[in-house]
């Protein structure tokens, strides 16, 4: 089963799975998801979302409930008691109030009414990918004065910011997220590249080469750690 793939990690690390079987409202949500920035993958019906989630890293689900093969709240069900815990976002129709209050109950994390305006679709998938990664907010401050706006992609070192390209920060969202923790080469690369590009490539490495070149004219200490063979680490501490 070939998975319908809009646009993937080329701009943003964030993959959204978007479930929607109206072909008009599948392609505009991916075009407004895309221009915010976010990596997305389409799903026509309940046996393509399975397939993807079971195959490729997704962040954030947006499910509509009306699906020809399956109902949405089944699969809903059927994801939490496989231990899929990514956020959920349904899509309702404004007057089906008790269908939000069921997708709720099955699991879901948030709701948007039918009609609605992207941009408060965006909004709520900010809020929720936020929960989900612990953050309140959308800047978070690590040690030596590192501040990280994930919102703006923007990021600082005390009061000077550090300028980097798209891939340079997806890398360095993607180390910082999981801070002290070490990430192996394969699951950077299978969350920064298109799952069809050489993922063996020196490409990594060329991009934390240029993250510590950038760092270091501010600082005296690196804050990306190579350990050999297995990967790299973000070696500062993230504050709480």
């Known amino acids: 089963m070939a998975v319908w793939l809009l646009y993937l990690s080329k701009i943003e690390t ?12 599948l392609s505009s949500l991916g075009d407004g998801l895309k221009h915010a920035g976010y990596a997305v993958l389409l799903a026509p019906d309940a046996a393509e979302a399975d397939f993807t989630l079971k195959n490729y890293p997704c962040d954030l689900v947006v499910l509509d409930l009306g699906l020809p093969d399956r109902d949405g709240l089944e699969v809903l069900k059927s994801w939490r008691k496989q231990g899929i815990e990514i956020p959920v976002l349904i899509l309702t129709a404004r007057s089906d109030w008790n269908r939000r209050v069921e997708g709720l109950e099955a699991g879901a994390d948030d709701y948007v009414t039918k009609p609605f305006h992207i941009e408060e679709l965006v909004a709520r ?24 706006d994930f919102g703006s992609r923007r990021v600082f070192v005390g009061a000077t910011e550090i300028s980097l390209t798209s891939f340079e920060f997806n890398l360095l969202a993607e180390l910082a997220s ?31 080469g240029r993250l510590r070149k950038k760092f270091a004219v501010v600082l005296s200490e690196p804050v990306i750690e190579t350990v050999r063979g297995a990967g790299y680490r973000f070696s500062l501490r993230e504050h709480v």
């Open 14 to 25: 964030v993959r959204i799975l978007i479930v929607e079987d109206e072909p008009r409202l």
């Open 125 to 148: 998938i900010h809020a929720l990918l936020r929960r989900a990664r612990g953050r309140s907010q959308n800047t978070t401050e690590y040690d030596l004065g590192v501040r990280i």
């Open 178 to 208: 999981a801070a002290g923790d070490l990430r192996s080469k394969t699951s950077l690369s299978e969350r920064l590249y298109d799952r069809d590009e050489d993922t063996d490539s020196n490409v990594l490495e060329v991009l934390v």
